[in-house]
T-cell receptor, first 112, second 116 residues
Framework: KAGVTQTPRYLIKTRGQQVTLSCSPI?????VSWYQQTPGQGLQFLFE???????NKGNFPGRFSGRQFSNSRSEMNVSTLELGDSALYLC???????????FGPGTRLTVT | AQSVTQLGSHVSVSEGALVLLRCNYS??????LFWYVQYPNQGLQLLLK??????LVKGINGFEAEFKKSETSFHLTKPSAHMSDAAEYFC??????????????FGQGTILTVHP
């Protein structure tokens, strides 16, 4: 069974731009979560989607948003990029909320 | 609110030596507990988890962890380190219900170095 895939793997953007990251969960998994990883703040929860609904949200500004499609694939969007948004963005999928999460390789975003 | 503390941001051992990575959590009720490993330029891989039942949990690659409620700890051990164990290890918790259910809260990570 294929694992969690994330595209693109690497991205370079300029301050003020917006970006969309994509995540395809493991087949049959219905829940997708997103995490941000930075050297200073570590791993932080962004949000979780289940059945196309945002079920949980972390403490991030409204510039960070996401959605989930009917096939469970998910996207996250960051608008008006800031230098501090440079990070590794990890997507994790699970069968249902609360079950074990399997992580993708991440998208490394660099904001210049 | 839940929190996780990993004692020691860097741990160095010799190949063949015992690996001990420490994790303590803070939660109003015992949470679900996890250990993940991250190799350079990769995502996180689940090593083991504790949800209920036996407090000694065995995971992949010879790792195990013991849940000690009285000490609010979930330390990770491996009897004999291999060079391939060199990576960053994260302890994480999630709640059993409410808004923290399914939301992983991570420790700051421990980088394990294995010397020949």
């Amino acid at each position: 069974k294929a694992g969690v895939t994330q595209t693109p793997r690497y991205l370079i953007k300029t301050r003020g731009q917006q970006v969309t990251l994509s995540c395809s969960p493991i087949s049959g998994h219905r829940s997708v979560s997103w995490y941000q990883q930075t050297p200073g703040q570590g791993l932080q929860f962004l949000f979780e989607y289940f059945s196309e609904t945002q079920r949980n949200k972390g403490n991030f500004p409204g510039r960070f948003s996401g959605r989930q499609f009917s096939n469970s694939r998910s996207e996250m969007n960051v608008s008006t990029l800031e230098l501090g948004d440079s990070a590794l963005y990890l997507c994790a999928s699970s069968l249902d909320p609360g079950t074990e999460q399997y992580f993708g390789p991440g998208t490394r975003l660099t904001v210049t | 609110a839940q929190s996780v503390t990993q004692l020691g941001s860097h741990v160095s051992v010799s190949e063949g030596a015992l690996v001990l990575l420490r994790c303590n959590y803070s939660s109003s009720v015992p949470p679900y507990l996890f250990w993940y490993v991250q190799y350079p330029n990769q995502g996180l891989q689940l090593l083991l988890k504790y949800t209920t039942g036996a407090t000694l949990v065995k995971g992949i690659n010879g790792f195990e962890a013991e849940f000690k409620k009285s000490e609010t700890s979930f330390h990770l051990t491996k009897p004999s380190a291999h060079m391939s164990d060199a990576a960053e290890y994260f302890c994480a918790v999630s709640g059993r219900g409410g808004t923290s259910y399914g939301k992983l809260t991570f420790g700051q990570g421990t980088i394990l170095t294995v010397h020949p």
